[in-house]
């Protein structure tokens, strides 16, 4: 299935901000709530470029809600600026042409076309769909620099289809990137990887992340210790620690509310 923050062919991209500007986000009194119950409670957020931030927090913290409510997929109220522009009350796919970029746990990529024809339909705005699964005689430098930047430089011609689920992962990333995407949020990526695919998924993240905005839900703390720049920790819809992972551990609310169930396995 084809993810919603894919652009269609005949939308533009977001064409990328003047050299120089420093991209943030920047959440204030974010709220959701569903049929009377508040999923995320007046949520404030900062997260700037080349910070990779992780969301983390025990199940129906409203962790996944938070994104859903940035990329237009569920109604809220209060704000959500992206580098100067309120992007909050937008519909979805004028949120993606914003240069906001989602992923899902499973990856949403075309299966049965090659690693090199999703990265250049992911890229081809503005051209017919047959044009777009057209063989051409030459790739487009940008297509051919995510498909490296994502590993799957040596897999051009393989079915996605066939792809691990790390890899599509990346694949779905890397389609992400061709379309100008500065703010990436991304929804447990490293679920279902191998521990060597996981290695490589932070890895990547940490070069994707140094030009970008890049919001990661996580629950594998070991994960989260070793890549993350900083940390913010939901608990009942509402921001309950942020900070270094040090900061966040040291936090004997953050020890009380998840630490101690995730030691356990609970998320």
């Given at each position: 299935?084809?993810?919603?923050?894919?652009?269609?062919?005949?939308?533009?991209?977001?064409?990328?901000?003047?050299?120089?500007?420093?991209?943030?986000?920047?959440?204030?009194?974010?709220?959701?709530?569903?049929?009377?119950f508040v999923a995320v409670d007046k949520v404030n957020l900062d997260v700037s470029q080349g910070d990779l931030r992780f969301l983390i927090g025990p199940n129906g913290?409203?962790?996944?809600?938070?994104i859903d409510a940035i990329t237009g997929l569920v109604p809220a109220s209060g704000s959500v600026n992206h580098t100067g522009t309120e992007i909050l009350g937008r519909k979805v796919?004028?949120?993606?042409?914003?240069?906001?970029?989602?992923?899902?746990?499973?990856?949403?990529v075309f299966e049965n076309l090659s690693v090199l024809?999703?990265?250049?339909?992911?890229?081809?705005s503005g051209r017919r769909a047959l044009e777009l699964l057209r063989r051409r005689r030459k790739t487009e430098p940008a297509v051919e620099e995510a498909m490296e930047l994502v590993g799957l430089g040596h897999?051009?011609?393989k079915q996605a289809?066939?792809?691990?689920?790390g890899q599509k992962q990346w694949l779905e990333i890397g389609?992400?990137?061709?379309?100008?995407?500065?703010?990436?949020?991304?929804d447990e990526p490293i679920a279902g990887m191998s521990q060597d695919e996981r290695i490589e998924t932070g890895q990547l993240l940490r070069k994707i992340g140094a030009s970008r905005i890049t919001l990661v839900i996580e629950h594998d703390m070991d994960f989260v210790r070793e890549f993350a720049t900083s940390v913010t920790v939901l608990a009942a819809g509402k921001v309950l620690s942020e900070g270094s992972v040090a900061e966040v551990q040291a936090d004997r609310?953050?020890?009380e509310v998840y630490l101690g169930s995730a030691k356990e396995g609970g998320e």
């Open positions: 299935m084809r993810s919603p923050f894919l652009l269609s062919p005949d939308e533009p991209k977001a064409g990328g901000l003047p050299a120089g500007q420093h991209h943030y986000l920047k959440i204030r009194n974010l709220s959701v709530v569903f049929d009377g913290a409203g962790k996944t809600t938070v796919h004028q949120i993606a042409r914003l240069g906001v970029g989602r992923t899902f746990q499973t990856a949403s024809q999703n990265l250049d339909i992911a890229a081809g897999l051009a011609e289809g066939v792809l691990s689920h389609m992400l990137l061709v379309q100008n995407s500065d703010l990436l949020l991304l609310r953050v020890q």
